[in-house]
């Protein structure tokens, strides 16, 4: 194929050239695999990193549902921050797999849904990130301008909401 790009060849050939699921640019398989240890050490970091992000926002999303006390207007943007959290830790586990078989053990479509769900749910967090700044700064802001505005449990749900759709 002249496309410049390599297409999984076999022999003694770089990991990326022996299970790369997609085509690889020749730029990549310039440089030496890394040592098998290295591929141990960042499974095991991936993995208490990522069972820490899980365990903490799973927290998070019981504390917010089962009190009532605590069901306001913000809580809706806390949950919706949790989820999306959770959701890429529980994502990060298939890194964390591959780093402890030396190589990407789940295919093409689990890199294109590995990279979908990352992106997806981090672009969430950063919208939420953001709408929760806005409402924030509105609250400091227009107080003093006018007593009568506030974010009602309804209009932060219908937020959360549209950054899902964002």
């Known amino acids: 194929m002249g496309d410049g790009l390599s297409h999984g060849n076999a022999g003694n050939e770089s990991w ?12 990549w398989l310039r440089f030496a695999d890394p040592a ?5 050490v960042m499974g095991a970091l991936l993995l208490a990193v990522g069972a820490a992000g899980v365990l903490g926002n799973a927290l998070v999303l019981v504390v917010f549902t089962r009190f009532r006390r605590l069901r306001g207007p913000f809580s809706a943007f806390i949950v919706n921050l949790a989820v999306a959290d959770l959701t890429t830790s529980l ?5 964390a797999a591959s780093c ?10 689990g890199c294109i849904l590995y990279a979908f ?8 967090s950063i919208v939420t ?6 409402e924030r700064y509105l609250v400091i ?13 309804f209009g932060a749900r219908k937020v959360s909401k549209n950054a899902l759709y964002y």
């Open 36 to 40: 098998p240890h290295v591929h141990l």
């Open 91 to 95: 994502l990060h586990g298939m890194v």
């Open 117 to 124: 769900g990352v992106g997806y749910f981090g672009l969430l």
């Open 100 to 109: 402890f078989q030396g190589h990407w053990i789940f295919g093409t479509y």
């Open 129 to 134: 990130l953001s709408a929760i700044a806005v």
């Open 141 to 153: 802001t227009a107080k003093p301008m006018s007593a009568s505005w506030k974010l009602s449990q």
């Open 16 to 27: 990326a050239r022996r299970w790369s699921p997609v085509a690889t640019h020749p730029h």
